[in-house]
Every structure is written in structure tokens, then in C-alpha cells.
């Protein structure tokens, strides 16, 4: 059974960075394109950042601030997050590219002076 468990939420001021993480356990493999997924109250949810194959997508909101990587031999996904805005603030949530896995808690990021 799969498992996605995100880390490294929390509250950080505007300008200000944060790293988050996601240990997939169960049928996801190296191979598997990953991805970033944001929900703020009210939203759909949406499509942050994607990885596959080394190569890596952002949508236009974080292009430029923000950073996904993976270490695949940790069965874990990253998301560099810098230069924050009170817009960035969401509950975070890591899944494959395609074929959503279930999905796990997220971690809430909440950008405010």
C-alpha cells in the first residue's frame, strides 16, 4: 500500500524560505514522474511543480522561487521554497505526476508578518 507522508510546513514571513519533504513508501518507483500540489481554503487544488526524469516543471506562480528535487535511493521528494509570499500559503501535498496515489495529510505553509 502507498503511503505519502509530507513534512516541513510551518509559518514563515514574507521573503522567507522553507523546505518541505515527502517519503513515499509502497508502489512508487524511481521511475514514476512525482509532483508538488497546493490547496489553500477555498481552491481547487493545483499543480505546483512536477519531476520526471531529471527533467522539472513549475507553474508560472512559483517559477523562479521555487525548487523540486528527489533522492530516490530515500524514497524522498523536495520542495525548495524561497522568496515567499502571503499568496504561497496552502496546505502542500506531494503525489506521482499521473495516476494519483491516495493521498496523504499535507503540511500547511502559512506565509504572514
Known amino acids: 500500500q502507498v503511503q505519502l507522508v509530507e513534512s516541513g510546513g510551518g509559518l514563515v514571513q514574507p521573503g522567507g524560505s522553507l523546505r518541505l519533504s515527502c517519503v513515499a513508501s509502497g508502489s512508487i518507483f524511481s521511475s514514476d514522474a512525482m509532483a508538488w500540489y497546493r490547496q489553500a481554503p477555498g481552491n481547487e487544488r493545483e499543480l505546483v511543480a512536477s519531476?520526471?526524469?531529471?527533467?522539472?516543471n513549475y507553474a508560472d506562480s512559483v517559477k523562479g522561487r521555487f525548487t523540486i528535487s528527489r533522492n530516490n535511493a530515500k524514497n524522498t521528494v523536495y520542495l525548495q521554497m524561497n522568496s515567499l509570499k502571503s499568496e504561497d500559503t496552502a496546505v502542500y501535498y506531494c503525489?506521482?505526476?499521473?495516476?494519483?496515489?491516495?493521498w496523504g495529510q499535507g503540511t500547511q505553509v502559512t506565509v504572514s508578518s
Open positions: 503525489n506521482t505526476r499521473f495516476y494519483w496515489r491516495p
Open positions: 519531476i520526471s526524469a531529471g527533467i522539472t
